[in-house]
């Protein structure tokens, strides 16, 4: 009997959800934003970058996003230096660092690499309305 309710506690401590931390980013986590004339000219990719972090997902889909931060930097006429940060990304970023900037941190440590389930995107979605939500507040606080 015992063993029993070890085995039900432990199944429906598994098949709940982790919950998903709001968004957060700090631009280009250990890295400037921009260069000396433009102190942000490639924070909006690193925050887009954060983004796909943020969320997690599986490994290709870290390396689409690596790719994205990689060609957006390069886009921005800094060829260079895109290949830099594509190569600390790639070494810093792993799931299984426990760090602020590693993949998938809006989620619990150890998470890895793993597509979203429903329930998942779900949350991602929620957590997005309510940034929406809160940024909106602000810009109509401004006016």
């Known amino acids: 009997m015992k063993v029993l309710l070890i085995l039900i506690c432990v199944i429906s401590a ?37 983004y796909a972090y943020w969320k997690g997902g599986s490994e290709n889909e870290r390396i689409l996003a690596d790719g994205q931060l990689q060609r ?13 940060m594509h190569l600390g990304v790639q070494l810093g970023g792993a799931p299984y660092f426990p760090t602020w900037y590693r ?9 890895g690499y793993k597509e979203l389930s429903g329930a998942e995107k779900a949350q991602v979605k929620t957590r997005i ?5 809160l940024l909106t507040e602000f810009l109509t606080e401004e006016k």
């Open 72 to 84: 957006c930097v390069a886009d921005l006429g800094e060829e260079n230096l895109s290949y830099i």
């Open 103 to 111: 993949w998938g941190y809006g989620w619990p440590y150890m998470r």
């Open 129 to 133: 309305i309510q940034l929406n939500e």
């Open 14 to 50: 598994t098949a709940t959800a982790a919950e998903l931390k709001p968004f957060t980013t700090d631009g280009c986590s250990l890295f400037p934003d921009g260069d000396t004339k433009d102190h942000v000219k490639w924070m909006e990719c690193c925050i887009r970058h954060d």
